[in-house]
T-cell receptor
Framework: DADVTQTPRNRITKTGKRIMLECSQTKGHDRMYWYRQDPGLGLRLIYYSFDVKDINKGEISDGYSVSRQAQAKFSLSLESAIPNQTALYFC????????????FGPGTRLTVL | KNEVEQSPQNLTAQEGEFITINCSYSVGISALHWLQQHPGGGIVSLFMLSSGKKKHGRLIATINIQEKHSSLHITASHPRDSAVYICAVRKGGSEKLVFGKGTKLTVNP
C-alpha cells in the first residue's frame, strides 16, 4: 500500500460547489503539506501543518481551507470552487528530523466547470 | 527572477546517452531536493542533499554550495527515464521548499 494516499484521484465539479480533498499517510510523519500544480508554474504551496495543532498558510491560500484531523490526516477544502482552481493537487509529508525530505501522494486532478 | 532555475527546460536524448540536468538557485539553502514526475502525474523523491554527491543506481546528484548549483546525472539513459525532473530548495531558516519549473526529459529508443 502507498505511504501517502489521496482521495479522490479525479474530480469534476461545478462553480460554487464545496469540495474536500483528503490525504492520509502511514509514514508516521508529523509534517504535511498541500500543493497545487499548474502547467508552466511548478508546484506552489497552499497550506502546511507541522503538527496537529499547527496550521500555516502557504503562498496561495486564498479560497482554500484545511483541517488536520489527526497526525495522519490532512484535508483541503475549497469552500466555493471557481474555474481557476482547476489544477493538479498534491499532498506531501515529511519528518521534522533530518533534511525534511518530502514524500508526495499520487495527486488529485480537479476540474471546476 | 525565479529563485530556482532549471536548465534545460526540455531535453530529448537517445537511449544509452548520458544525461545532465542543471539547477541553479539564488538564495542560501539548507538542502536541495530532486524529484521525478512521470507522465501519469505522480511525484517521486529521488534525492535530498546538502553537500557533495549522492548516487542511486544510474542516478547521481551533485551539489556545489559555493556556486549555488546542483546537477542530476542519468547514466545509460532508458525510455523509462522519460519524465519531468524537478529541483526544489529548502531555504536557510525555512522549512518550506521552493520549486523549479522542471525539466522535461524524453528518452527515445
Amino acid at each position: 500500500d502507498a505511504d501517502v494516499t489521496q482521495t479522490p484521484r479525479n474530480r469534476i465539479t461545478k462553480t460554487g460547489k464545496r469540495i474536500m480533498l483528503e490525504c492520509s499517510q502511514t509514514k508516521g510523519h508529523d509534517r504535511m503539506y498541500w500543493y497545487r500544480q499548474d502547467p508552466g508554474l511548478g508546484l506552489r504551496l497552499i497550506y502546511y501543518s507541522f503538527d496537529v495543532k499547527d496550521i500555516n498558510k502557504g503562498e496561495i491560500s486564498d479560497g482554500y481551507s484545511v483541517s488536520r484531523q489527526a497526525q495522519a490526516k490532512f484535508s483541503l477544502s475549497l469552500e466555493s470552487a471557481i474555474p481557476n482552481q482547476t489544477a493538479l493537487y498534491f499532498c506531501a509529508t515529511s519528518s521534522s528530523t533530518g533534511l525534511n525530505e518530502q514524500f508526495f501522494g499520487p495527486g488529485t486532478r480537479l476540474t471546476v466547470l | 527572477k525565479n529563485e530556482v532555475e532549471q536548465s534545460p527546460q526540455n531535453l530529448t536524448a537517445q537511449e544509452g546517452e548520458f544525461i545532465t540536468i542543471n539547477c541553479s538557485y539564488s538564495v542560501g539553502i539548507s538542502a536541495l531536493h530532486w524529484l521525478q514526475q512521470h507522465p501519469g502525474g505522480g511525484i517521486v523523491s529521488l534525492f535530498m542533499l546538502s553537500s557533495g554527491k549522492k548516487k542511486h543506481g544510474r542516478l547521481i546528484a551533485t551539489i556545489n554550495i559555493q556556486e549555488k548549483h546542483s546537477s542530476l546525472h542519468i547514466t545509460a539513459s532508458h525510455p523509462r527515464d522519460s519524465a519531468v525532473y524537478i529541483c526544489a530548495v529548502r531555504k536557510g531558516g525555512s522549512e518550506k521548499l521552493v520549486f523549479g519549473k522542471g525539466t522535461k526529459l524524453t528518452v527515445n529508443p
